[in-house]
C-alpha cells in the first residue's frame, strides 16, 4: 500500500492544496491536472509510481480544494495560475523535477519550464498540447470567443460546463466506456457547480488564446533545451488530437510518442499503460 498525504501549502496567502507520496530524497516528479478536473485524476496513477519517485499532485488555483478567490481578487489567466504553481513548487522545495502535464496542465508547466528551465529534468506529456495542429474542430466555439468576446459568444461556452460536457468528456473516444469510473467525472461536477465557478472557468477558456500565442515560444524551448521527453497519448481525444503528439518530435528529436486506444482522459482507462511507459521513460 502506498501512503499518500493530503496537504494543503500557503504560497504567498494563496491556499494550494496537494497529494503527496514517495521518498522526499526520490527524483521529484510533479503532476499538473486538467479541465475540468483536479489532483484526483492522479488517484490511480501516484500509487503505481511512488515508490520510485517523490510525487506531488497540487489542485490548480480555481480547481478542486485549492482556494478560488474572487475574480476581483484574483484575475484567472494562466500566467497568474502558473505564477502560483511555480511559487508553490518553491515553498515546498521542488527544486528539479520532471513534470506530467495534461490539458489545462500543458501551458501551466510549460510556462515553468520557459521561466526556469534550469529545473525541469524532463516532461511528460498526457493529451497536453504546445501546437496549432493538435488542436480539433472542437475548438471552434473558443476560437469564436477569443476573436470576440462578446456575451453571446461567452454564453455559449457554459454548455462546456455540464454534467452531460463532462461524462461526454470522459468517454468520447473510450471503447468500453465501462472501464470509465463515474467517481471522478462526478468530483469535476461537485466543483464546477460552486457558486461563482462558472466564471471562473469562462475566463480561462478566454484565455485559452494566450497558450496558443506561446506555443511558438513553447516549441522554440523544445528546440533550445531538448528535454527529455514523452507524449503518452489517447489517440481519439476530441479536443488534442494525434498530430499534436506528433509534431513535439520535430521541434526535439528525441521526443518518444506513444498512442492509446482511449479519449481524453487517457488515465482512466489506462492508468497501468501509462505508469509502466512512465516508468521506462524516467528511468
Do not use: C
Not at 61 to 81: I, K, L, W
Not at 120 to 144: F, H, K, M, V
Request: hydrophobic share 40%; glycine share 6%.
Amino acid at each position: 500500500m502506498t501512503s499518500i498525504r493530503y496537504r494543503t501549502a500557503d504560497v504567498d496567502g494563496f491556499k494550494v492544496f496537494y497529494r503527496e507520496a514517495g521518498p522526499a530524497g526520490a527524483p521529484k516528479l510533479l503532476l499538473l491536472h486538467g479541465f475540468p478536473s483536479a489532483g484526483h485524476m492522479f488517484r490511480d496513477l501516484i500509487p503505481q509510481l511512488a515508490d520510485k519517485f517523490h510525487i506531488v499532485a497540487p489542485d490548480l488555483p480555481g480547481f478542486g480544494q485549492s482556494d478560488m478567490p474572487s475574480r476581483e481578487a484574483f484575475r484567472y489567466t494562466f500566467d497568474n495560475v502558473a505564477r502560483v504553481i511555480e511559487r508553490f513548487t518553491e515553498v515546498i522545495g521542488f527544486d528539479r523535477f520532471a513534470v506530467y502535464v495534461f490539458d489545462y496542465g500543458a501551458p501551466t508547466g510549460f510556462r515553468l519550464a520557459l521561466s526556469h528551465p534550469e529545473r525541469i529534468t524532463a516532461i511528460i506529456s498526457q493529451n497536453g498540447n504546445a501546437y496549432e495542429e493538435g488542436l480539433s474542430e472542437d475548438w471552434a466555439p473558443a476560437r469564436a470567443y477569443w476573436e470576440d468576446p462578446s456575451p453571446a459568444n461567452r454564453e455559449a461556452l457554459r454548455a462546456m460546463q455540464t454534467p452531460e460536457a463532462t461524462r461526454w468528456q470522459y468517454t468520447y473516444g473510450v471503447p468500453d466506456t465501462t472501464l470509465v469510473s463515474p467517481d471522478g467525472q462526478n468530483l469535476d461536477n461537485y466543483y464546477l457547480a460552486r457558486p461563482g465557478s462558472d466564471e471562473v472557468q469562462l475566463d480561462l477558456i478566454g484565455d485559452y488564446k494566450s497558450n496558443v500565442a506561446l506555443y511558438p515560444a513553447f516549441q522554440e524551448y523544445f528546440r533550445k533545451h531538448k528535454p527529455p521527453l514523452l507524449a503518452v497519448w489517447g489517440k481519439n481525444d476530441p479536443f488534442f488530437i494525434p498530430p499534436g503528439a506528433e509534431a513535439y518530435k520535430r521541434d526535439n528529436p528525441n521526443a518518444v510518442v506513444k498512442f492509446l486506444d482511449t479519449g481524453h482522459f487517457a488515465l482512466e482507462t489506462h492508468a497501468r499503460e501509462i505508469a509502466n511507459a512512465v516508468r521506462a521513460f524516467l528511468a
